[in-house]
């Protein structure tokens, strides 16, 4: 099943039910107004949503072209984004660019800060930067969103409480991340509203991509009209999503309708590209002693798309562009 | 105007007005069926409840005994919930219990940090403790209530986007602290959830004591059954509330219904009491050599109250239990 969320001038959107192919939708408004709301009852909500989905495919419900363009992020404001930071190549990477250590508990102890939810960007809306000296990147990631999840919840428990996966751009203003981080209390500034995919999918969209709290499939980024990364979302996320719900549980509960984030992915085999700007102006660094690329400068564009086996996009377009904010 | 959400099994509880002395509330439903539905539509719900409270005075309203055990936090969840730690006095003593640096910048850039709001504890609701050595505290606060504040808001422009203060005990697991501050990313698990008064006012029943972006009032800290602390919440708040709201619109904008805390209130004149452990186990080593006070265990108890000029409850209390967890 596939879900989305229509502009439709409220603060939470309307809830559709999508195509599997992206290209039609049909209102769900008459089994739950918003997405949140489907969320705070998904038991019950669930199967009306894969039912009314079922009829969508068979071409017996009321259905829409879909327009990516109308689509509001899954949530346009949720009540937790937990952003992890599980691909430890780019750990590593970044860090060596901030001339910062990595953590010793790096491969045992997972990275997750706490981001900002209550003002998300839409999967095509603009990415304001107030001053270019603040050096803006696209950070590409999948995230999931979870329904109600205990305390102390375990890795092995987690696997019921991911609802539905969907791309995220974890928007990050470079040069405003060595003086907060030097505070010790987090990114804050440097992390304005990050952007999410037009639909989120339940896992079992996902076929056998979707194994072991991992996304087997690559992440294709593309800016200013140049693919510049495919690196795989699977293998080298050293932690799985289980693995951070976990971490996470450790000491408090969370509500449905909170969105957790892979990281930006990030394959140490180089010819599979970048996820991020930090990362190719380490690289650079590493092999010439200096970043050549700038950061987002405005009129830049970036896009973030996954494509299933058989070539068909996934969760739709991510798709910014940079303007003067 | 006072405002509380009673628990009716709901998500989000349900909106009422509460008399000035506390004494009584009537229903505001009609009006706003949850705080955070008030402050999504407040310019059109705000004069309807003020009205409604001024009824309620009156005695011309229904009203029913108003028990804080039947309160919630006044967002039973919020969208963010934005930490700041504007008392100098308190960073200064906390960073030498932890032997951490203060950062070079402490007097001119604010220190915030993003903390978890999906789940948020009732005023009265149990403290859980996983494990004894996790170093548990509390941490009394003063807090706002934000309506939908763009980015680029400066302290000047702040005022108008306070619409609600009210109390907060910012639990904090100390013994977490330095593992995830190693990290970098913030203070994630040493933070659980966090509890907030029962009755959340307009500023202007602060009268002349909300004043500048500060509550000039002292706030009182029992801590099983003994007074510890009685700070005052004004004068030594570094950044003003109104420094801080420009602070965090400095690259992002803010929903309605975020939450925006004041950091543990901390004077530097010692007889005023502390409104955290940590701080006394400071003040201890500072003194003796090590800290004499264990921090809270099963058992221990927390009141968290301010009173006006008039020795009134403003917010009614913050009263919790710790529990096994």
Redesign the interface.
Known sequence: MKLATLKDGS?DGRLVVVRRDLSSYTDAKAIAPSLQAAL?RWTEAEPKLRELANRLEKGDAPAQPFDPKQAHSPLP????W?DG?AFLNHVRLVRKARN?EV???LET?P?????????LLAPTEDI?L?NPE?GLDFESEVAVILGDTP??TTAAQAAPFIKLVLLANDVT?RS?IP?E?????????????TAFSPVACTPDELGSAWKDGRLNLPLRTTYNGQVVGEPSAGPEMHFSFFDLIA??A??????A??ILGSGTISNAERSKGISCLAERRTIETIETGKPQTPFMKVGDTVAIEMFGPDGASLFGRIEQRVVA?
């Open positions: 603060r705070d404001r949720a009540y937790e937990v930071s910062a953590p010793p508990t102890d990275l997750v800060y706490q981001g900002g939810s209550g003002v304001p107030r603040w305390v102390g203003l405003l003086t981080l030097a505070k010790q209390f987090g990114f804050f500034t440097s992390k304005p509203a971490h996470l450790k000491t408090r509960s969370y509500t309708g909170t904010g």
